[in-house]
């Protein structure tokens, strides 16, 4: 069976900061929060971009992928919003058979395909598989998983080998991507690879805090600061509860160990705990950062 063409929209050079966030994970509190980041900085949602995973383990499924469709803002398909569209029977995430996350999954996926609407989903099913910008000379594809599969689990600490095969797939410079809910950026020679983490879930590093990335212009280049979200938690744990939705989202969402930790990689699992922070990063424009 021939797979079908992947659909990449091209957003054009950007000269202005860009608000990357992903996996919305149907937090409604954390979405809230973003678009509150996005007012404070000054970003329109024209520059605000969604790595895909609108809809997951909380309890507003259908406010959020509703919330998103009315903001407008740039924003591509991820394995949730592509299994919704097709009508599929699980969320099509790729956790290994019989895990917690495996298991967990059936029921929040039945919450949410039972609240969403059809028009929703046929909307979730018209964005784009991949995106494409430029931003200060810097060549950029932004995806889910990875750019040759959209429920592929990169967490970070991989061997380098595992991101490079997958740079040697496109021309651009960067990769941003999502699906993983793990905030990184990694450096592969001038070429880069960021994930902004999930806005709806924490990164197991012992806070309640989602996460989202600002990429803004600068000289030759591009900045790239990773950001902690701080949101009304406690509100969303109270309805991920009241909705009759899996306790382990909710240990998550206060900071508690998040279900698949013993699926992680080992650097993950050693750091599991502590209090994540990120430097700000620059890339430079591949041209710039060969000749240098
Ligand atoms: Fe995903």
Redesign the pocket.
């Known amino acids: 069976m021939t797979e079908p063409a992947l659909e990449t929209r091209d957003l054009g050079s950007v000269a202005e900061p860009l608000l990357v966030f992903g ?1 919305v994970y149907s937090n409604l509190e954390a979405f809230e929060a973003i678009e509150k980041v996005a007012r404070e900085r000054g970003i329109p949602a024209s520059h605000m971009v969604h790595t ?2 609108i809809i997951a383990y909380g309890a507003d499924p259908a406010e959020c992928a509703g919330k998103l469709h009315d903001l407008g803002c740039p924003a591509i398909k ?3 919003e592509q299994q919704l569209f097709d009508g599929a029977i699980d969320c099509g ?1 790729g956790f290994d058979e019989g895990t917690g996350c495996d298991l967990l999954s059936v029921q929040w996926y039945a919450f949410a395909k039972s609240r969403v609407s059809d028009a929703l989903c046929r909307w979730m099913g018209t964005l784009p598989d991949h995106l494409t910008l430029s931003m200060g000379g810097v060549s950029i594809r932004v995806v ?2 990875t750019p040759s599969q ?2 592929r689990f990169l967490y970070g600490p991989e061997p380098e080998a595992e991101f490079t095969g997958e740079l040697d797939n496109v021309t651009e410079d960067l990769i941003i991507g ?2 993983s809910g793990f905030p990184f950026f990694r450096r592969f020679g001038a070429r880069g690879w960021l994930n902004t983490g999930a806005a709806g879930i924490p990164a197991d590093d012992g806070t309640a805090r989602g996460w989202y990335a600002v990429l803004t212009p600068a000289d030759g280049g591009v900045e790239i600061a990773l950001h902690g979200l701080e949101y009304d938690h406690e509100q969303t744990i109270a309805k991920l509860r009241a909705a009759g939705l899996p306790e382990p989202y909710a240990v998550a969402m206060q900071g508690g160990p998040v279900p698949n930790r013993d699926t992680l990689p080992q650097a993950l699992q050693a750091r599991a705990g502590k209090r994540l922070d990120f430097a700000v990063e620059k890339m430079k424009a591949r041209t710039l950062a060969s000749a240098s």
């Open positions: 996996g895909g995973d991820g394995n949730v995430c889910h998983g959209v429920n999502g699906h």
